[in-house]
């Protein structure tokens, strides 16, 4: 059983950046791909960014593509989001999400195993 944190959001202006932490106990995450979705009110949760267990790969979508970047420190079962150049449009509560053994690709919720209980991110413009 993984349990997952996220931390880290907050109300900052567009253009700025935040990062946000996803920190696991239970297990080791060094076997979970890792994936970051985000849900705005009333809309679906969408897939926002990957990486492999090791971290030498990530895949993003193509709406935050050079804007955010994923690492991972598996020596501190932590995951990171940087979020840079915040538009409006990125406002949403933000999930970390393990897929165990997952493929980086892995851009459908429900290849997920286990979920945190998320992060507000606001951005003014």
């Known amino acids: 059983q993984v349990e997952l944190v996220e931390s880290g959001g907050g109300t900052v202006q567009a253009g700025e950046s935040l990062r946000l932490s996803c920190v696991a106990s239970?297990?080791?995450?060094?076997?979970?791909?890792m994936g970051w979705f985000r849900q705005a009110p009333g809309k679906k949760r969408e897939f926002v960014s990957s990486i492999s267990w090791g971290g030498s790969s990530t895949f993003s979508a193509a709406s935050v593509k050079g804007r955010f970047t994923t690492t991972r420190d598996n020596a501190k079962n932590t995951v990171y989001l940087q979020m840079n150049l915040l538009k409006p449009e990125d406002t949403a509560a933000y999930y970390c999400?393990?897929?165990?053994?997952?493929?980086?690709?892995?851009?459908?919720?429900?290849?997920?195993?286990?979920w945190g209980q998320g992060t507000q991110v606001t951005v003014s413009s």
């Open positions: 999400a393990a897929d165990l053994w997952g493929p980086l690709g892995a851009v459908d919720e429900f290849e997920y195993e286990y």
């Open positions: 239970g297990e080791s995450l060094s076997s979970y791909t």
